[in-house]
């Protein structure tokens, strides 16, 4: 799995990274930030969690492994 992110629909609001702290994270200047592209199994479920829960529907999930 990947995790990809689309800046241009981005908007920082930071819900992913409520979701999913170990996988997004937002800096004081509202900027997202993957933390880890490619998470282990243990955390795909979180990483779909995290995807639905964009308003933006910024966050795509790549299932090739
Ligand atoms: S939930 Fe979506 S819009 Fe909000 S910070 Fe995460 S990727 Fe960006």
Redesign the pocket.
């Known amino acids: 799995m990947r995790v990809v992110?689309d800046y241009n629909?981005?908007?920082?609001?930071?819900?992913?990274?409520a979701v999913a702290p170990d996988l997004?994270e937002?800096d004081e200047d509202d900027q997202?930030h993957v933390l880890d592209e490619r998470p282990g199994a243990a955390l795909w479920d979180l990483a779909e969690d995290?995807a639905q829960?964009?308003?933006?529907m910024?966050?795509s999930i790549e299932e090739q492994r």
Do not use: E, Q
Not at 53 to 56: E, I, M, N, Y
């Open positions: 992110v629909l981005c908007d920082g609001n930071g819900l992913c990274a997004f937002v997202l995290a829960a964009c308003p933006k910024a966050i």
